[in-house]
């Protein structure tokens, strides 16, 4: 059985995916830390990890994320499209739940 909740509509999942591949690693990160409760809801970010960033101060997001490959989250690489997550599906889900 699919889950809807889970698995976004193909269509609709493409332009969701085109917002995310259009932003710039600072602004994955300023959506991710607004809408936590979508990310952690999907499994893409941990408590730990959204303790950790919210603990920072944001001049400290930018030097991270221009320094590190993956940087911050272990679920969700800031610096790779859509596609090339390793969680796509759930990456694309938590994105429909924020974008819908």
């Known amino acids: 059985m699919i889950n809807m909740k889970e698995t976004p509509r193909t269509s609709s999942g493409n332009k969701i995916a085109a917002k995310w591949d259009g932003m710039d690693f600072m602004e994955r990160l300023k959506l991710i830390m607004n809408f936590a409760d979508k990310f952690l809801e999907y499994g893409l970010i941990a408590r730990s990890e959204l303790a950790l960033v919210t603990g920072m101060p944001e001049s400290d997001w930018e030097y991270i994320v221009g320094r590190e490959d993956q940087p911050l989250f272990t679920s969700?690489?800031?610096?790779?499209?859509?596609?090339a997550?390793?969680?796509r599906e759930k990456l694309k889900a938590a994105?429909?739940?924020v974008f819908k």
């Open 85 to 87: 997550q390793l969680h």
């Open 76 to 83: 969700i690489h800031l610096k790779k499209e859509v596609a």
């Open 95 to 97: 994105l429909w739940a």
